[in-house]
Nanobody
C-alpha cells in the first residue's frame, strides 16, 4: 500500500515557476516508478512526466520538455516536479501517481494516486 500527498500548487503569472512535491508513505517506495499527470477543465487527463524506479533521466510529454524536470529522492520517499517558464496552457490539477509496471507514460499503469494540487497560470 502506498499513500501519496501532493503540495506546492498555486497561482503564478506566465513565465513564473512552481515546484510540486509528492510525499509517499508505505513500503518499498524505491521499487515504484513515479509519474505526474494533469487534468484541465473539460479535458482528458494527460501524462506530464515520469521517472522509473531506477531514477536517472525522466520522461516528458513534448509540451513540457525543457521546462519541467522530474526528480526523486528515495531516501525521503519524495518525488518533485520543477516547473519553469509556465504558460496559461499549463493550468490544471496535477496528480502524483505510483506504478510498479510499464509503460510508465500511460495512466492506466498507475495503481496509486494522490488527491491533486491546483496549478493556475495567469496570462
Amino acid at each position: 500500500q502506498v499513500e501519496l500527498v501532493e503540495s506546492g500548487g498555486g497561482l503564478v503569472q506566465a513565465g513564473g515557476s512552481l515546484r510540486l512535491s509528492c510525499v509517499a508513505s508505505g513500503r518499498t517506495f524505491s521499487s515504484y516508478s513515479m509519474g505526474w499527470f494533469r487534468q484541465a477543465p473539460g479535458k482528458e487527463r494527460e501524462f506530464v512526466a515520469a521517472i522509473s524506479w531506477r531514477g536517472g533521466n525522466g520522461y516528458y510529454t513534448d509540451s513540457v520538455k525543457e521546462r519541467f524536470t522530474i526528480s526523486r529522492d528515495n531516501a525521503k520517499n519524495t518525488v518533485h516536479l520543477q516547473m519553469n517558464s509556465l504558460k496559461p496552457e499549463d493550468t490544471a490539477v496535477y496528480y502524483c501517481a505510483a506504478a510498479n509496471g510499464v509503460p510508465i507514460v500511460i495512466a492506466t499503469t498507475y495503481r496509486y494516486w494522490g488527491q491533486g494540487t491546483q496549478v493556475t497560470v495567469s496570462s
